[in-house]
């Protein structure tokens, strides 16, 4: 069975970089698609990066491109996520989620995976 297990998150700073680590079982090329998501306090659950594991290809959502990096470690089969510059905004509980069925849009705001990490929560402090 596959799983994903989330780490990295905690308590930072505004403007802090954390780096969020995804540790898949199988290998993350055997994936359709892998995503970050995050729910933030009173809100919907919400995607911000999709991972194209055949190609490399990412996508991030307009609130944390140019601050939120995507990257696939093959040494250690993680998905990571740096973040940078954080905002009080970006507070909430974020998740790995990833998807064996192939085909549909693997995009930044794709919330439909069957196959989910246990989250981790960040907490930004202005």
């Known amino acids: 069975q596959r799983q994903l297990v989330d780490s990295g998150g905690g308590s930072v700073q505004a403007g802090g970089s954390p780096r969020l680590s995804c540790a898949a079982s199988?290998?993350?090329?055997?994936?359709?698609?892998m995503g970050w998501l995050r729910q933030g306090p009173g809100k919907e659950r919400e995607g911000i990066v999709a991972?194209?594991?055949?190609?490399?290809?990412?996508d991030y959502v307009d609130s944390v491109k140019g601050r939120f990096t995507v990257s696939r470690d093959n040494a250690k089969n993680t998905l990571d996520l740096q973040m940078d510059s954080l905002k009080a905004e970006d507070t909430g509980m974020y998740y790995c989620?990833?998807?064996?069925?192939?085909?549909?849009?693997?995009?930044?705001?794709?919330?439909?995976?069957?196959?989910w990490g246990q989250g981790t929560q960040v907490t930004v402090s202005s």
């Open positions: 199988g290998y993350i090329r055997s994936y359709y698609c």
């Open positions: 989620a990833a998807t064996l069925a192939r085909g549909g849009d693997c995009s930044a705001g794709r919330r439909a995976y069957d196959i």
């Open positions: 991972f194209y594991p055949d190609d490399g290809s990412t």
